[in-house]
Nanobody
Framework: QVQLVESGGGLVQAGGSLTVSCVAS????????MGWYRQAPGKQRELVAA???????NYAASVTGRFTISRDNAKNTALLQMNSLKPEDTAVYYC?????????WGQGTQVTVSS
């Protein structure tokens, strides 16, 4: 089993930056992909970014060029650096980690971007 704890959300002005973190514990040696989904009020959940065990990354088109996901396998941690934030980035960001066949979820962290 894997437990995920995420932090780093908050309130930021448009154009600013935030970094959210996700720390995994438990059976972390078996974790492959980590990443974040986000969900804004009245909108569907969307994949923001993901990073594989070999550090290959992919991003939602809406955040490409602004967000960077990374991981430190030794520390069982993933980071999502969010730059040039826009009000439409406002959402609850949920970290996930895959341990086949299960996906584990963090508790979520609120990111609010003001205009």
């Amino acid at each position: 089993q894997v437990q995920l704890v995420e932090s780093g959300g908050g309130l930021v002005q448009a154009g600013g930056s935030l970094t959210v973190s996700c720390v995994a514990s438990g059976r972390t040696n078996s974790v492959s992909t980590m990443g974040w989904y986000r969900q804004a009020p009245g909108k569907q959940r969307e994949l923001v970014a993901a990073i594989t065990g070999s550090s290959s990354t992919n991003y939602a088109a809406s955040v490409t060029g602004r967000f960077t996901i990374s991981r430190d396998n030794a520390k069982n941690t993933a980071l999502l650096q969010m730059n040039s934030l826009k009000p439409e980035d406002t959402a609850v960001y949920y970290c996930f980690a895959r341990l086949l066949p299960t996906t584990y979820w963090g508790q979520g962290t609120q990111v609010t971007v003001s205009s």
